[in-house]
């Protein structure tokens, strides 16, 4: 017998960027029409939501860890905790990052998330491969051994070991091969200016040739100058290209996070977390990609004080976009649960409350807190 659930009387999130009241409609896992859900016999369960924000549940394509826990562990277990982690606090699903790690390494990583399940857990969408294609003038905290040019083999090889998860390739256009990559890779993966040095004009021609995205906008790359719009300037004026951003509170100043909404809009920024394994827990030392790194509050910094990914979750980051940085409520929605799916081609069936979506949804409070997850239909809070 089908299991029917309507949420009645919450403001619902539009996948266009408002809020309307309304009532959600829930067949099994999925979202369905208001007919057909009354044309359905089934068991049928109430959430009232009054005084609650219904918005679909958060991706987030671009953190490596949590809970003691990295993508670049490449164990089910790993990937069993983050995915649980994730899903306790409203990402419903993701695409874990990659460090710049050996080929060996990344394919142990490739396999694992290729056989992975965790009903219990966030959706697991694919992989975010962070390196090694990067330029070492820009490394931040890869590791620069492990730096390695653009690679067609090198990424069919581990394309064909995940099964097709990889989604998302950063690279510095500037360097060895680079262009030729691009060209030879558009349209299979999307592809990201990550890591880099590159001027304007060169990030422009790497955009004409199927680059579609900046990694953690602003971090790890050319600033935008007046003189050197670098790639941002070169990102801002392609309509096809999205941006990153890490909305923690330490990788970007509210000013600029404010400033790239007027140079993006909200249809073409993701809000990412790029959090590393110390997310969820105490201050201390830990491991990112084989460097030590020293956590101290939200802050996370290799040993020359370099930043070294973020402790804060993507509901956290979309929180504090909103409380602390004056960004809209429906836009944060937008950028940490509409883009990030469009980004990797899951629209279908994730990233808004249509008819026929993934039943992922979040009720939050007036003061943003989350109060219920449900993910494919199943009630979690």
């Given at each position: 017998m089908a299991e029917k659930h309507q949420i009645i009387h919450g403001m619902l999130f539009q996948e266009e960027g408002s809020f309307?009241?309304?009532t959600l409609f829930l067949l099994d896992d999925r979202i369905v029409s208001e007919e057909i859900y009354h044309n359905t016999d089934g068991k049928e369960t109430t959430t009232d939501a009054t005084g609650m924000y219904v918005i679909p549940g958060l991706t987030d394509i671009h953190f490596h860890g949590c809970m003691g826990q990295d993508c670049c562990d490449g164990t089910p277990e790993a990937f069993a905790t983050i995915a649980a982690y994730e899903l306790l606090h409203g990402i419903t699903s993701f695409t874990p990052a990659t460090m710049t790690m050996p080929e060996q390494v990344l394919a142990k990583i490739c396999q694992t998330a290729r056989h992975f399940s965790c009903p219990d857990?966030?959706?697991?969408?694919?992989?975010?491969?962070?390196?090694?294609?990067?330029?070492?003038?820009k490394k931040g905290a890869q590791n620069e051994a492990h730096i390695h040019p653009a690679d067609t083999g090198m990424l069919k090889r581990l394309q064909d070991i995940s099964g097709g998860c990889i989604r998302t390739v950063a690279i510095a256009p500037e360097t060895e091969g680079a262009m030729e990559f691009i060209q030879q890779n558009n349209g299979s993966v999307t592809l990201a200016l990550a890591h880099t040095s590159a001027d304007y004009d060169t990030a422009k021609k790497a955009f004409s040739l199927g680059a579609s995205q900046l990694t953690h906008a602003f971090n790890a790359m050319p600033p935008l100058s007046h003189r050197a719009p670098g790639p941002i300037g070169a990102a801002a004026e392609d309509t096809r290209c999205m941006a990153e951003l890490i909305c923690d509170g330490v990788h970007v100043h509210p000013s600029a996070v404010r400033a790239a909404f007027k140079l993006f809009g909200?249809?073409?920024?993701?809000?990412?977390?790029?959090?590393?394994?110390?997310?969820?827990?105490?201050?201390?030392?830990?491991?990112?990609g084989g460097q030590e790194?020293?956590?101290?509050?939200?802050?996370?910094?290799?040993?020359d004080g370099t930043i070294a990914g973020s402790v804060t979750n993507l509901m956290d980051c979309m929180r504090t976009a909103v409380l602390h940085m004056d960004i809209p409520l429906a836009s944060a929605v937008k950028c940490a649960a509409v883009n990030p799916v469009k980004s990797i081609g899951l629209f279908q069936n994730y990233g808004s409350l249509a008819p026929g979506k993934y039943a992922n949804i979040l009720l939050l409070n007036s003061f943003l807190e989350l109060q219920t997850v449900f993910h494919r239909g199943k009630i979690l809070l």
């Amino acid at each position: 017998m089908a299991e029917k659930h309507q949420i009645i009387h919450g403001m619902l999130f539009q996948e266009e960027g408002s809020f309307s009241p309304g009532t959600l409609f829930l067949l099994d896992d999925r979202i369905v029409s208001e007919e057909i859900y009354h044309n359905t016999d089934g068991k049928e369960t109430t959430t009232d939501a009054t005084g609650m924000y219904v918005i679909p549940g958060l991706t987030d394509i671009h953190f490596h860890g949590c809970m003691g826990q990295d993508c670049c562990d490449g164990t089910p277990e790993a990937f069993a905790t983050i995915a649980a982690y994730e899903l306790l606090h409203g990402i419903t699903s993701f695409t874990p990052a990659t460090m710049t790690m050996p080929e060996q390494v990344l394919a142990k990583i490739c396999q694992t998330a290729r056989h992975f399940s965790c009903p219990d857990g966030a959706d697991l969408c694919g992989l975010y491969m962070e390196g090694p294609f990067i330029n070492p003038a820009k490394k931040g905290a890869q590791n620069e051994a492990h730096i390695h040019p653009a690679d067609t083999g090198m990424l069919k090889r581990l394309q064909d070991i995940s099964g097709g998860c990889i989604r998302t390739v950063a690279i510095a256009p500037e360097t060895e091969g680079a262009m030729e990559f691009i060209q030879q890779n558009n349209g299979s993966v999307t592809l990201a200016l990550a890591h880099t040095s590159a001027d304007y004009d060169t990030a422009k021609k790497a955009f004409s040739l199927g680059a579609s995205q900046l990694t953690h906008a602003f971090n790890a790359m050319p600033p935008l100058s007046h003189r050197a719009p670098g790639p941002i300037g070169a990102a801002a004026e392609d309509t096809r290209c999205m941006a990153e951003l890490i909305c923690d509170g330490v990788h970007v100043h509210p000013s600029a996070v404010r400033a790239a909404f007027k140079l993006f809009g909200d249809d073409r920024i993701i809000f990412i977390s790029d959090s590393m394994r110390a997310a969820g827990m105490k201050d201390g030392t830990y491991d990112l990609g084989g460097q030590e790194v020293t956590v101290r509050g939200n802050l996370a910094v290799l040993a020359d004080g370099t930043i070294a990914g973020s402790v804060t979750n993507l509901m956290d980051c979309m929180r504090t976009a909103v409380l602390h940085m004056d960004i809209p409520l429906a836009s944060a929605v937008k950028c940490a649960a509409v883009n990030p799916v469009k980004s990797i081609g899951l629209f279908q069936n994730y990233g808004s409350l249509a008819p026929g979506k993934y039943a992922n949804i979040l009720l939050l409070n007036s003061f943003l807190e989350l109060q219920t997850v449900f993910h494919r239909g199943k009630i979690l809070l």
